[in-house]
């Protein structure tokens, strides 16, 4: 699986949107980028994934650049609750997914 | 619906014991994974089963670890003479597919102190 890189911490405004970043250079054509978060004493939540094209739900959207170097997580109005671990994953099929440490990200009022 | 369960919550172990750590998967979910939680960092896959087959076991630490999944449905991670470097959350994730767009449904995991 492709090593990704985020930043180690970023502050947000609360009902702003929070945009967190992660570089995948070494990304493959058929590997997907997973964003999962995790708040304190808890397991990692799902929260989106992609292969080529931006993607949305009701939690948050994800922009990959065209040459999928790289991607955004954007939580487009993030509230207190929204303060967590931040983890950006790129894996290629169900097995190994390698997590890294993370953005955390706190939302503040 | 159910979620992925685990348990114990919290297990104190001595240096030396052998611990084992139960994992209840979403029903019908084929593939199971194991990851290992230090203090302030990111999980850390240990292993993951498709069914009853152990498929990877490349992050397992050593060979005092071992983990089955007999039936292919609740999954068992065993520690063998525990270590204090063995603290830590253990983590198990559960996945409906065998593909990879394929999100993982994880449970609270279990904290091992290991005195």
Known sequence: ?109 | GAGVSQSPRYKVAKRGQDVALRCDPISGHVSLFWYQQALGQGPEFLTYFQNEAQLDKSGLPSDRFFAERPEGSVSTLKIQRTQQEDSAVYLCASSPLDRGDNEQFFGPGTRLTVL
Not at chain 1, 20 to 33: A, D, K
Not at chain 1, 42 to 54: A, D, E, F, R
Not at chain 1, 74 to 92: K, Q
């Open chain 1, 1 to 109: 699986d492709a090593k990704t890189t985020q930043p180690p911490s970023m502050d947000c405004a609360e009902g702003r949107a929070a945009n967190l970043p992660c570089n995948h250079s070494t990304i493959s054509g058929n590997e997907y980028v997973y964003w999962y978060r995790q708040i304190h004493s808890q397991g990692p939540q799902y929260i989106i994934h992609g292969l080529k094209n931006n993607e949305t739900n009701e939690m948050a959207s994800l922009i990959i650049t065209e040459d999928r170097k790289s991607s955004t997580l954007i939580l487009p109005h993030a509230t207190l609750r929204d303060t967590a671990v931040y983890y950006c994953i790129v894996s290629l099929n169900a097995g190994k997914s390698t997590f890294g440490d993370g953005t955390t990200l706190t939302v503040k009022p």
